[in-house]
């Protein structure tokens, strides 16, 4: 009886607690997911990452700057040394100076493959935006599916608890009249009780989805979303001949494989830069000295790079060649992968469709007929508790495998669209 009672208090706080959020957003599917490409924080995110790559490009561009030094500048005065014109008004007619500017240019065509190498950096952050995409996509759908469907159970079991709230009653007068047993009114009073525990259930079911929904709908959390679309059937058919058209289309379209395979690319690049490398870099410099030669104005050219004797680049050469053929296996490994997963998901969609078709619209309609109809006998003592008990029972069991099925079949949908790496 505790229980009992614990658990019907229970009910009305969380009622009351519910009655509290004043702020209700009601949206469909189609309408949520346009909130989400809008407002996602992790996209929005992921495309800066795609504008920071492109600003590493506009970087790669640029020249290496020019390098001035001066030197040798005496802040004394030399007596000792012939005396030259002034520099600046009355000063410099006993100072040295050495100035040098330096340009460095870059050889063997490093700055064109690095510019190409950025680029290829430039898709990498869209693929990986893609992917993010796919992702969050597929976890938004699933969860306005898991949202939809416990909406589904919460009016099926707010119509048990008002049919069975209103037999209660009326077998509690009966038991004050003394016209039934109190274990008919207790049996009847038991299940009430349990479909009112189901309902609490469902409700924290919910707001674990509404967090998860808030959160990639960048909502504030005192608002309470509900899904205005219905929980159906897939409409889209499909069948075992799309299997290897589905195949190609994910080698060409998911984001996970493009991202290898640009990675392949990049690798490839990177070999070329590295090759590049171990050619030296060339500076030029056009030098000015005063005061320190035997010729009072001396400006001379120069020359000056590395000599290739001991480091000619060989480790990063063999680091770049064997990045290549990884990420050639990984680019393998992805398009296994999707293959598979495109089978399994594929044969899981079938095998839950052939227990849809066995539901249609009639059935689900005759079934909600039997139940009003085994209601009105039970209450005029035409069938017993037990009967009106086990049909009650059947009646939940089968609403409960059609709403399963629905939404098995939206989220093995939604898993194909997902593995396959583009809507259907």
């Known amino acids: 009886m505790k229980k009992i009672i614990f658990t019907v208090l229970y009910i009305h706080f969380f009622?009351?607690?519910?009655?509290?959020?004043?702020?209700?957003?009601?949206?469909?599917?189609?309408?949520?997911?346009?909130i989400f490409i809008?407002?996602?924080?992790?996209l929005i995110s992921q495309k800066l990452e795609i504008s920071q790559a492109e600003a590493r490009v506009v970087q790669a561009k640029f020249w290496p700057n020019p390098k001035l030094s001066i030197s040798e500048v005496n802040l004394w005065r030399t007596y000792d040394i012939e005396q030259q014109p002034?520099?600046?008004?009355?000063?410099?007619?006993?100072?040295q100076i050495s100035a040098e500017i330096e340009q460095v240019i870059q050889t063997a065509g490093k700055r064109r493959k690095n510019i190409e190498l950025q680029k290829i950096e430039v898709d990498g952050e869209k693929y990986e935006l893609q992917e993010v995409l796919r992702e969050l996509k597929k976890l938004l759908r699933n969860t306005i599916t898991e949202m939809i469907y416990n909406q589904e159970q919460q009016k099926l079991y707010h119509n048990q608890?008002?049919?069975?709230?209103?037999?209660?009653?009326?077998?509690?007068?009966?038991?004050?009249?003394g016209n039934i047993s109190k274990s008919e009114y207790i049996r009847l009073k038991a299940q009430e009780i349990e479909f009112k525990k189901k309902l609490i259930s469902l409700h924290q079911d919910i707001e674990e989805q509404q967090a998860e929904l808030k959160a990639l709908l960048i909502i504030p959390s005192s608002s309470y979303i509900v899904i205005s679309d219905p929980l159906e059937m897939p409409a889209q058919q499909i069948s075992e001949?799309?299997?290897?058209?589905?195949?190609?289309?994910a080698k060409e379209n998911r984001s996970d494989i493009l991202?290898?395979?640009?990675k392949e690319k990049y690798a490839q690049k990177n070999l070329e830069l590295q090759n590049a490398l171990k050619t030296p870099d060339i500076a030029l410099s056009l030098g000015y000295d005063r005061g320190g030669n035997i010729m009072k104005d001396f400006i001379g050219l120069g020359v000056s790079f590395d000599l290739t004797v001991f480091d000619r680049n060989k480790g990063n050469i063999q680091e770049a060649k064997l990045?290549?053929?990884?990420?050639?296996?990984?680019?393998?490994?992805?398009?296994l992968k999707s293959e598979n997963e495109i089978v399994s998901v594929f044969q899981n969609y079938i095998r839950t469709q052939q227990i849809s078709h066995e539901i249609d619209d009639l059935y689900e309609t005759t079934l909600d007929g039997l139940l009003t109809s085994h209601e009105k006998n039970f209450r005029l003592r035409n069938i017993s508790m037990l009967e009106?008990?086990?049909?009650?029972?059947?009646?939940?069991?089968?609403?409960?495998?059609?709403?399963?099925?629905?939404?098995?079949?939206?989220?093995?949908?939604?898993?194909?669209?997902?593995?396959?790496?583009?809507?259907l």
């Open 161 to 177: 608890i008002s049919s069975i709230e209103k037999l209660t009653k009326s077998y509690q007068n009966q038991l004050n009249l």
């Open 38 to 42: 809008a407002n996602n924080l992790d």
């Open 241 to 249: 001949l799309e299997l290897s058209k589905w195949m190609n289309i």
């Open 323 to 335: 990045e290549i053929t990884k990420s050639g296996y990984e680019t393998r490994k992805n398009i």
């Open 86 to 95: 002034a520099l600046i008004g009355n000063w410099g007619k006993n100072t």
């Open 388 to 423: 009106y008990m086990d049909f009650l029972d059947t009646y939940i069991s089968n609403k409960m495998i059609i709403l399963d099925t629905k939404k098995e079949l939206n989220q093995y949908y939604e898993n194909l669209q997902y593995v396959v790496g583009q809507d």
């Open 259 to 262: 991202l290898t395979k640009n």
């Open 15 to 34: 009622g009351f607690f519910s009655a509290q959020i004043s702020d209700t957003l009601s949206i469909g599917r189609k309408e949520a997911e346009s």
